[in-house]
């Protein structure tokens, strides 16, 4: 079995660097020095922040008393710090329903107060929660967060953001992103000569090298890390060294040296009360020490077991996922090398079962699924061996295929805009065309007249030029007129592709799920075909295993329709509200139809800029009933307005204004027979100078390339010409947006 290398999170700051050496005595007396309240309880929070790197226990008992006495002084920010540090220690003791509480606590102080830094902080417990209980996506969505502000502001912890945002991607064996990661941790902790944040880094980056298979990198980092944790005074980071060192000497089957370096660790484990780490290193030291071949056969294996019932226990008490599986693999792993492997198999289930919602991607629990085949086939359970064995399979081909299994899939969608809409828009072009042709051809005959006025003596010249005149003249007006048919259609052509574009990314995030199902589910069915067609070559034929096989196939069909009905109703929905329009009006959900859209921009700004994050706000009115609209019509309106919303708050976000966070909201408000559909933002807003001709067509302030201007203007013609409604607008230059759909609710 190899064994699951030992992750640490960051649960503390970088800002106190001087801290992580001073001792408690001296602090104490700082403390009791205190002029000030409040500076009192930020001498308390450094205290509870060097606890927190020795004594985990003594540190979630102090933060208790500073979140206290910090409210009793209506000092928030005292509180908010003691509050955040609290949830990141009881994450590190597996209680994530008390680390969520706490941070929900220092979220709700935080809505009256612009403290970039400490939402950033607060952002980094919610990652550090989520990845302590193997949620990597969601830990990675709350670091990436965090970090967005920690570089805006130039925030003291943003070394710990990027460890930690490293450990998540690490997890996937996305191993690229997790070294880039960590060495921006690295050059930040060499710029300052912070010993901690140094120790901190060197572990995790010896993980990444280890995974790598560079065993030489990895131990130099695992043994600088020991180094730089005793300089700085932190035993958790010096433990968590000791741990990863017993995984690598395991793998390098040098059994002694990893029985030895567990031992230690879990001592240290148990001194700390880091309940995780203990089992952890356990585990790792019973699987060494059934391996050790310096110990009699008979001893090390009673010795194993014992200490791997004892990890078990403790593993219970920790309560985080990845710990308890890797106990109870190791407990399973030692079974089947005894040769017992009906013991086995209920350790290995156990062990899965806690990782059924995990984001992990681990070459580790491919080969212990292995493990579990290896037993079920030995046992005679030929399907679950082959379930299992495919479950494998699948792992190993996540890992060796990571970077292609997340790209998203792209759909593509015949989504075109409304033919009356595009008439018209090319007969304003054409009637343009007309009068610009009857312009010049009157100016022509004003020349021509005046000429042959002037030159009369000389009229069979002058016929002569002028009708060379007038054919140059036809000539460029038919240029002119083809020009501006060309123009018109690549115009309406690049809104209808933009927009296709906004939806794409959207909808492929919708349908890919269920097309997932879908080919696992038929790949397992053609597997069980081909063993039903086995069974009934045989000449012994077992009539109960076949029907059991029938019922399996039967089952896996019934899920593949189920699962291709679900694909097939998104498709259905897209195309819906993609198809060309009849103008038909109908009843219409807009709370509904307004949600959807909501989603689909968003996802499809996110395919295209990662980085980019906004908090979506929604408002709809309970008591609106349907309305008589016409829903692709509408659709494309707020399709336009959610997509113009997204774009400012993007383009606000460039100018890294400190503390600013992107935000969207969309509401709906039933009153005196009208809808009033809103959809705000606090981005760019739009000078008044040009207020007045946001619906005009082909009017935009994107860059070349980036707009046509014909979203707002066929937006109006929708609200104003399609639907008797109304189009406002509200804002202010560089603070916000607000667009205003006013419908009637009965045609």
């Not at 205290?47 to 979140?67: E, M, R």
């Not at 609106?624 to 609209?629: D, E, M, P, R, V």
Request: with cysteine; net charge neutral.
């Amino acid at each position: 079995m190899k064994l699951i290398a030992t992750v640490l999170f960051l649960s503390l700051g970088g800002g106190f660097t001087w801290a992580q050496t001073a001792k408690l005595d001296s602090l104490d007396r700082l403390i009791k020095r205190a002029t000030t309240d409040t500076g009192r309880i930020n001498l308390l929070n450094r205290k509870v922040y060097i606890l927190s790197g020795n004594d985990i226990d003594a540190a979630i008992k102090l933060g208790k008393t500073v979140i206290a006495d910090a409210k009793q002084l209506e000092y928030a920010q005292g509180q908010i710090k003691a509050l955040t540090r609290l949830a990141n220690n009881y994450s590190m003791k597996g209680d994530f329903t008390a680390a969520k509480e706490n941070l929900l606590k220092a979220e709700q102080l935080l809505l009256s107060l612009d403290e970039q830094a400490l939402l950033s902080d607060v952002y980094s417990g919610y990652g550090m929660m989520y990845g302590m209980r193997s949620k990597y996506d969601s830990s990675i969505f709350f670091l990436d967060k965090a970090i967005q502000i920690g570089q805006a502001i130039n925030h003291a912890s943003l070394s710990s953001y990027y460890q930690n945002i490293a450990i998540a991607y690490q997890m996937q064996s996305n191993y690229s992103r997790a070294l880039t990661y960590q060495q921006k941790a690295m050059a930040i902790a060499e710029q300052t000569n912070n010993a901690s944040s140094l120790a901190y880094v060197l572990t995790n980056m010896g993980i990444t090298y280890k995974a790598l298979r560079d065993y030489g990198r990895a131990q130099q980092s695992f043994f600088r890390a020991v180094k730089a944790a005793q300089t700085a005074g932190i035993k958790n980071v010096e433990l968590y060294a000791y741990s990863n060192l017993a995984t690598l000497f395991d793998t390098k089957q040098e059994y002694d040296l990893a029985y030895r370096y567990a031992i230690k660790s879990a001592e240290l484990g148990k001194q700390q009360g880091d309940q995780g780490i203990e089992a952890a290193s356990m585990s790792k030291a019973a699987h060494s020490m059934a391996l050790r071949t310096s110990v009699a056969r008979a001893e090390r294996f009673a010795k194993a077991q014992a200490l791997a019932e004892q990890a078990i226990a403790v593993a219970g008490l920790a309560r985080q996922p990845l710990i308890t599986y890797q106990v109870h693999s190791v407990m399973g792993t030692l079974l089947k090398m005894r040769g017992d492997c009906k013991a086995a198999i209920p350790y290995f289930e156990k062990g899965f079962q806690v990782l059924s919602d995990s984001d992990i991607y681990d070459e580790q629990i491919e080969a212990s699924y292995q493990s579990l085949s290896d037993c079920y086939e030995k046992s005679g359970n030929y399907r679950q061996a082959l379930l299992a064995d495919r479950k494998a399979s699948a792992i190993g081909d996540s890992i060796r295929n990571k970077e292609n299994i997340r790209k998203t899939t792209e759909l593509t969608l015949n989504y075109e805009f409304d033919k009356k809409q595009q008439l018209e828009r090319t007969e304003r072009l054409k009637e343009a065309a007309i009068a610009n042709t009857r312009q010049v051809g009157l100016g022509g005959g004003l020349v021509l007249t005046l000429l042959l006025a002037g030159v009369a003596y000389n009229a069979y010249r002058s016929k002569q030029k002028a009708n060379r005149l007038l054919e140059q003249q036809k000539e460029e007006i038919q240029r002119t007129l083809t020009e501006l048919r060309t123009t018109q259609t690549q115009l309406i052509q690049r809104e209808k592709m933009a927009s296709l574009g906004e939806l794409t990314a959207g909808i492929a995030h919708e349908i890919q799920n269920p097309l997932n199902f879908v080919n696992n589910f038929a790949e397992l069915g053609a597997e069980l075909i081909e063993e039903l067609e086995q069974e009934q070559q045989n000449p012994e034929r077992d009539a109960q295993l076949e029907q059991e096989l029938l019922g399996d196939i039967r089952q896996n069909l019934q899920k593949i329709v189920h699962h291709g009905k679900r694909a097939d109703g998104i498709v259905k929905s897209m195309l819906e509200h993609s198809r060309v329009s009849t103008g038909q009006k109908e009843p219409t959900d807009l709370n509904a139809l307004a949600d959807e859209y909501l989603r689909l921009a968003y996802h499809g700004l996110r395919a295209k800029d990662k980085l980019y994050n906004a908090t979506l706000v929604t408002s709809f009115d309970p008591s609106l009933g349907k309305i008589q609209a016409v829903p692709q019509d509408l659709g494309r309106v707020l399709l336009n307005l959610l997509t113009n919303a997204f774009y400012a708050t993007q383009e606000k976000a460039k100018q890294s204004i400190a503390g600013y966070q992107p935000q969207v909201w969309v509401s709906t408000h039933a009153a005196n027979g009208n809808v009033e559909l809103r959809v705000k933002d606090n981005g760019t807003g739009i000078p008044e100078s040009i207020l007045t001709k946001i619906y005009q067509p082909f009017f935009t302030t994107k860059p070349t390339g980036e707009g046509t201007g014909l979203g707002l203007s066929l937006s109006y013609d929708i609200i104003t010409k399609g639907h008797n409604g109304e189009m406002a607008v509200q804002t202010e230059a560089n603070q916000f947006t607000e667009m205003i759909v006013r419908l009637p609710i009965q045609a």
